[in-house]
């Protein structure tokens, strides 16, 4: 089955320390993204990216920071310049980026003690 | 950000249909309207889009007003499976064809 999937489903770690959030996706899509969700609040995008080897920041970019090596791979970093990196973070992709749909993956809820 | 605005929640008796207003009074002749919804700590998944025209698929309908300054997604018949959080997002090349979540509507569907 084609999809995205976003590893793990569960994440917590100590203040002051980097995590990376997976996400890879088998839809061969050119576009995908990062979004946070903090509760009762909608989706704000972190950084997206069109091709391989290329992203953009999107509005809240500050202490994140991405990679994308291969087109089915789009990790996240958190690092420790985050200042509240608790949230849900969820990873979609598009055909290519503009108004095509995006298909979102189950997300990933990160707790930093 | 391009701003639409949707009441915070809705309520809907099972099997009946239920109509999800937005307003959206600052579209451009360029943007398009998408709906997405999302479960209770599920990704949003896609439910339909149009720019000027009324639109329909499997999940629902897609009415929009001749000024474009407002639309309506139509569930044609709420099941409990319909329960969710409904966003209402104009995608405009003048913010790169990004999209912008605002905070939706949560649909409760009473049995």
């Known amino acids: 089955d084609g999809g995205i999937t976003q590893s793990p489903k569960y994440l917590f770690r100590k203040e002051g320390q980097n995590v990376t959030l997976s996400c890879e996706q088998n839809?061969?899509?050119?576009?995908m993204y990062w979004y946070r969700q903090d509760p009762g609040q909608g989706l704000r995008l972190i950084y997206y990216?069109?091709?391989?080897?290329?992203?953009q920041k999107g509005d809240i970019a500050e202490g994140y920071s991405v990679s994308r090596e291969k087109k089915e791979s789009f990790p996240l970093t958190v690092t420790s310049a985050q200042k509240n990196p608790t949230a849900f973070y969820l990873c979609?992709?598009?055909?290519?980026?503009?108004?095509?749909?995006?298909?979102f993956g189950p997300g990933t809820r990160l707790t930093v003690l | 950000d391009a701003k639409t605005t949707q009441p915070n929640s809705m309520e809907s008796n099972e099997e009946e249909p239920v109509h999800l207003p937005c307003n959206h009074s600052?579209?451009?002749?360029?943007?398009?309207i998408h709906w997405y919804r999302q479960l209770p700590s599920q990704g949003p998944e896609y439910v339909i889009h149009?720019?000027?025209s009324n639109v329909n698929n499997r999940m629902a309908s897609l009415a929009i007003a001749e000024d474009r300054k407002s639309s309506t997604l139509i569930l044609h018949r709420a099941t409990l499976r319909d329960a969710a959080v409904y966003y209402c997002?104009?995608?405009?090349?003048?913010?790169?064809?990004?999209?912008?979540f605002g905070t939706g509507t949560s649909l409760t569907v009473i049995p």
């Open positions: 149009g720019l000027t």
């Open positions: 600052t579209i451009s002749g360029t943007d398009y």
């Open positions: 990216s069109q091709i391989v080897n290329d992203f």
């Open positions: 997002i104009l995608l405009s090349p003048d913010t790169g064809n990004q999209f912008y």
């Open positions: 979609a992709s598009s055909i290519m980026e503009g108004f095509n749909e995006q298909f």
């Open positions: 839809l061969n899509h050119d576009a």
